[in-house]
């Protein structure tokens, strides 16, 4: 530590430099150290450092009491980058303490432009394996790409989105990077508008655990760099593609920057720290960072040297294949895997496909694919099992497969064969499918064969497929919301309502008949007797009969609410009342009903008198019982 | 030829040339109908499906559906087209609209249930009243119209009972034991639809978008509420002009824009 000092009697001051040799764009730290000083000390001013760019990093004041005697030391921390090689002087110093002026001299430094051995060459992969956070003075330099394209001096915090290659051919990875530079303490949540990636299939690098932060000169300012978000992008198709790489959400302290001033109010137990200093005004606010648009071209695979085998596969990979058992019984069945295994998008890999052999039975089979993520590769391998079950004996082959893929960095195509491999099938238990049966097996055409279900179950889970029918009646919408539904609904309930009406009306009717023919009884027996007079005026004293019996026996079935028929002289003594003087009435009546029994059937010499006595007691009877009581 | 002979060829040939026209007439209305059940665009997109020109299918599928072709295994057929070509979205959004007209139909609940066992978002119904669950199971066996059909046979059932019962007053015993049955059953049918309808009374939307942002308020100043992605469905029961406010089977609600997602 290079250091000089002033003392004048209690008070020394003294100037530190943390290293006396840096390269261009590296920063050491200056400290003006005040000892035992008594009054106030005011800020040190100098003239700006030539060759260096400068920030403050606070004041600090220790007070301690020993032995009664009180001794204090207040620390003034600069920092200082470098930006041009050569011998410089940081310095001299004016210090103001208590009202007298205090000078230290400057201190000698040596700034060399070459980074040395420990800086990275651009474009290769960045960041030097080491700690990283508080790693300040490495010089990081990031690849070209991912420097700002334009001047940003005027801003505080912005994102470089940017990608590791401008043109490439179908399915070959692009890696897609997103580095913020940030003068302000800030704190990256994620994205505000995800990157929209049409045309491109992702794989998302996992983030790293402790994201790598450095420091980065530009423009003259200090920016602190890290890269928060990796993304591999698979081309799907050729064309000139803009990937639109989204909008960042950052939350931000903004701190009062006018003056270093600031820093330097004499009252404050000041803190050091490391990155950002601390100050009374801070302000934190979400801020969102958009990105400038990214143009990818791709260009399509190229039809010379394209092996027929050819499915799309883009990358380095390798092939193998092999069977369980080399021995097998007819019937028992053979897994054969063939596992693709290399760098590139192995998701949409094809693996090569087992065309049909005489004499197995291939089932479907079934893939797996296992990425992986390292070191910004997408890798991993896929890897097919079919299931075959050999029909009948014999030594069979299983033929070679052939697996093609594009190698973009040699931009040619290569085609990898499989082995065969050589099967040995052993006659198994059951027999063999018949080929020429004879009646030779002694007459029974049948024989139940021992057979071992297996379970239907899946070999993998896929939709169904279409249906070539065109089955169903065409869907309209809703129909409780249609005109036509309500109307229907509510014309049947008005049809049910009627019916309803209808119905209960019919049920009393026989009640409505009952009252309806007791207030007519007498009108109707008036006009029965009416007629009755009539037929006797002319004679017909058979007919008379008959009318007058019709009136008085409708009269009480009328009455009594009975059918005609069921009317005795009996039946309405019961229906009197007690209060009735039954006697009277009883006598007249049966009085007319004999006369009437004896006239109709009986061979009783019908003369004027008879009838004429016999009308004028049924109308009595009538009249009468008009004002009779009935229960 | 005398005239008692000419009247019956006369006659004759009449009824013939009569016969003939109904036959003529007959046979063209079920060549339009046998026709009609399945038009060319259709055998065309089945056979671009079958040489796995998805992108055709789709197409095709499309228009017949536009031009109100709308039966559910051609929206079957379009859910098909549109999961080969990876459009989960899409595929869901036909395939419930084919299972709105045939909830039964086992093939569209295999795929269905395909694609939905695939999607990254799990929104499951909270653990709610059992019996209430098992009946929304059953419900989903039976579709609206078919519910609302059910009700109106039976006012119909009903009234046809009544008439009997007025102009068959003998029976009358028996008739109003079969209208108290129907009566029964109309109630019983009117809570099916009632439920139905009730499910069914805010559209059904599923998110097209890979990753939709689910805010809190109708615009992109509003705050982030949660992350749904492609395939996800929800009930829309608000929306502004750009806006649909969702609500999740679980329960959470928020606000997505109109274009990121399609209703059923």
New interface residues.
């Given amino acids: 530590m290079m250091l000089s000092s002033a003392a004048f009697a209690e008070t020394s001051i003294e100037a530190s430099v943390s290293r006396s040799r840096l390269a261009v764009g590296e920063e050491l730290t200056l400290d003006i150290i005040v000892n035992g000083a008594s009054g106030k000390i005011s800020k040190p001013a100098f003239s700006p450092f030539d060759g260096f760019n400068s920030y403050s990093q606070g004041h600090s004041q220790e007070i301690s009491i020993v032995n009664g005697q009180m001794s204090s030391r207040s620390i003034f921390t600069y920092i200082l980058i470098a930006n041009s090689e050569g011998k410089k002087k940081i310095g001299p110093f004016d210090v103001n303490i208590g009202g007298k002026n205090f000078k230290v001299p400057a201190v000698d430094v040596e700034v060399m432009s070459d980074p040395g051995p420990s800086g990275p060459a651009p474009g290769r992969s960045p960041l030097p394996t080491g700690p990283s956070s508080g790693q300040m003075g490495t010089v990081y330099s990031p690849p070209p790409r991912a420097l700002p394209g334009q001047d940003v001096s005027d801003q505080d915090i912005f994102v470089k989105a940017w990608v590791d290659k401008d043109e490439a051919f179908i399915n070959e990875p692009v890696i897609m990077t997103y580095t913020i530079y940030t003068r302000l303490s800030a704190t990256y949540k994620g994205f505000e508008k995800e990157p929209v990636t049409t045309g491109f299939w992702i794989e998302e690098f996992p983030p790293e655990k402790t994201p790598k932060r450095t420091e980065q000169l530009i423009n003259g300012s200090r920016y602190v760099v890290a890269d928060v978000r990796k993304i591999a992008l698979f081309p799907t198709e050729a064309g000139v593609f803009t990937v639109d790489p989204g909008t960042l959400s950052t939350i931000v302290e903004v701190r009062n920057r006018d003056d270093f001033d600031s820093f330097f109010s004499s009252n404050i137990f000041g803190r050091r720290n490391v990155a950002f200093p601390s100050s009374f005004v801070t302000q934190v606010y979400s801020r969102p960072i958009p990105t400038d648009k990214v143009t990818l071209v791709v260009k399509a695979l190229p039809e010379q040297g394209r092996p027929a085998s050819f499915k799309g596969a883009v990358g380095e990979y390798s092939i193998d294949s092999s069977v369980d058992k080399k021995e097998v019984q007819a019937g028992d069945p053979v897994t054969f895997r063939v596992k693709v295994r290399g760098k590139g998008n192995l998701n949409t890999v094809q693996t090569p496909a087992l065309t049909p052999i005489d004499g197995f039975k291939i089932y479907d089979s079934s893939s797996s694919a296992n990425i992986a993520k390292d070191d910004m590769v997408v890798a991993g391998e896929k890897v097919t099992e079919t299931v075959l079950v050999p029909k009948k004996a014999g030594e069979f082959t299983i033929p070679a497969l052939k697996f093609s893929y594009f190698d973009p960095s040699a931009r040619a195509y290569r085609e990898l064969t499989t082995r065969e491999h050589r099967l040995n099938v052993r006659p198994g238990t059951e027999p063999d499918e018949p080929s020429s049966s004879g009646p030779s097996s002694g007459g029974s055409a049948f024989t139940p064969e021992p057979f071992e279900k297996q379970d239907v179950s899946l070999v993998e889970k896929d939709i169904r497929y279409i249906k070539t029918a065109d089955i169903g009646e065409p869907y309209k919408g809703f129909v409780h919301r249609t005109l036509f539904y309500g109307a229907l609904n509510f014309l049947l309930f008005a049809l049910i309502g009627v019916l309803a009406w209808l119905l209960m009306r019919g049920d009393t009717s026989a009640e409505d008949r009952k009252i309806s023919r007791l207030r007519s009884s007498h009108r109707t027996a008036k006009n029965r007797l009416r007629q009755a007079h009539a037929l006797l005026k002319k004679g017909l004293y058979d007919e008379f009969c008959a009318e007058i019996s019709r009136a008085l026996y409708g009269y009480y079935a009328d009455k009594l609410g009975l059918s005609d028929r069921n009317v005795t002289a009996d039946l309405i003594a019961e229906r009197l009342s007690e209060k009735e003087d039954a006697s009277a009435i009883m006598g007249e009546i049966k009085q007319v009903f004999d006369a009437i029994s004896m006239g109709r059937f009986g061979h009783v010499k019908k003369d004027a008198e008879a009838m004429k006595k016999i009308y004028e007691l049924a109308d009595r009877v009538i009249t009468r019982f008009e004002k009779v009581k009935l229960k | 030829m005398s005239p008692a002979l000419s009247k019956p060829n006369e006659q004759l040939r009449k009824g013939g040339v009569r016969r003939f026209l109904v036959a003529m007439i007959l046979f063209g209305t079920l060549a339009s109908i046998a026709w009609a059940?399945?038009?060319t665009r259709?055998i065309e997109a089945?056979a671009s499906?079958k040489g796995r020109d998805f992108k055709n299918a789709a197409l095709a599928y499309e228009e017949l559906a536009a031009a109100?072709?709308?039966?559910?295994?051609?929206?079957?057929?379009l859910g098909?087209?549109y999961?080969r070509l990876g459009k989960k979205g899409k595929a869901i959004v036909a395939y419930e609209?084919a299972l709105?007209?045939?909830p039964r139909d086992p093939?569209v609940r295999?795929?269905l249930d395909?694609?939905k066992?695939g999607l990254p978002d799990r929104i499951e119904e909270p653990y709610g009243d059992l019996i209430l669950m098992k009946v929304n199971e059953a419900l989903a066996y039976v579709s609206?119209?078919e519910a609302?059909?059910a009700?109106?046979l039976s006012?119909?059932v009903?009234?046809l009972l009544?008439?009997l019962?007025?102009l068959a007053?003998g029976a009358r015993a028996w008739t109003r034991g079969l209208i108290s049955f129907a009566v029964l059953f109309a109630v019983f049918a009117a809570g099916v639809?009632a439920f139905e309808?009730w499910k069914?009374k805010d559209a059904l939307a599923v998110l097209l978008d890979?990753?939709v942002?689910v805010r809190y308020g109708p615009s992109e100043n509003e705050s982030?509420a949660f992350l749904l992605h492609e395939g996800a469905e929800a009930r829309v029961t608000d929306s502004t002009d750009d806006w649909f406010f969702i609500r999740l089977a679980n329960g959470h609600s928020g606000w997505v824009p109109k274009r990121a997602c399609e209703i059923v």
């Fill in positions: 059940d399945t038009p259709f089945n499906y109100g072709h709308t039966t559910p295994a051609l929206y079957y057929d098909n087209s999961l609209r709105r007209a045939a093939d295999w795929n395909v694609v066992s609206v119209n609302a059909w009700f109106t006012l119909g009903i009234a009544m008439g019962a007025l007053p639809f309808v069914e890979r990753e942002v982030k």
